[in-house]
Structure formats: structure tokens, C-alpha cells
């Protein structure tokens, strides 16, 4: 990072580093209950036998990509 430029020295890049770090470990707090609810769905499904296909997951996640780029375009 400091050969391109983008930081004139080490004490930025971990500055930046740290900067990023806590704010991940924020927005996983923030989150928190909404992603277990999700782990918890999950693992019920699966004890339900209730499953996508490879296919299935792929167009699902090909779905999702293509309505977050619609929703985040500039």
C-alpha cells in the first residue's frame, strides 16, 4: 500500500487497518440478532431436509448480485 502511494507510512496503513477492523466488528454488533435469525433458519431447514441444488443456489445468488447492483447503482 505505501509503494502505490496510498499511504505515506506503516503507521497509516495499520491506522486504516484498525480503522476497518472496528468498523466490521460495529456492524457485526449491529447485526448480530439478524444474522443468527438467519444461521438459526438455516440449520432448521437443513434438519428438514430442506435444500437447493447446486443450480438452485447459484441463480439464487445470481438473482440477488444482479437486484444489489440495481439497488446500488449511482
Request: aromatic share 8%; net charge positive; charged share 40%.
Amino acid at each position: 500500500a505505501m509503494k502505490t502511494g496510498a499511504y505515506r507510512d506503516a503507521d497509516e496503513v495499520i491506522s486504516r487497518a484498525l480503522e476497518i477492523l472496528h468498523t466490521s466488528e460495529e456492524w457485526l454488533r449491529e447485526h448480530k440478532q439478524q444474522i443468527s435469525k438467519k444461521i438459526e433458519a438455516a440449520f432448521s431447514q437443513s434438519e428438514r431436509c430442506e435444500y437447493f441444488t447446486a443450480k438452485q443456489s447459484r441463480a439464487d445468488m445470481e438473482n440477488r448480485k444482479s437486484k444489489w447492483k440495481r439497488e446500488h447503482k449511482h
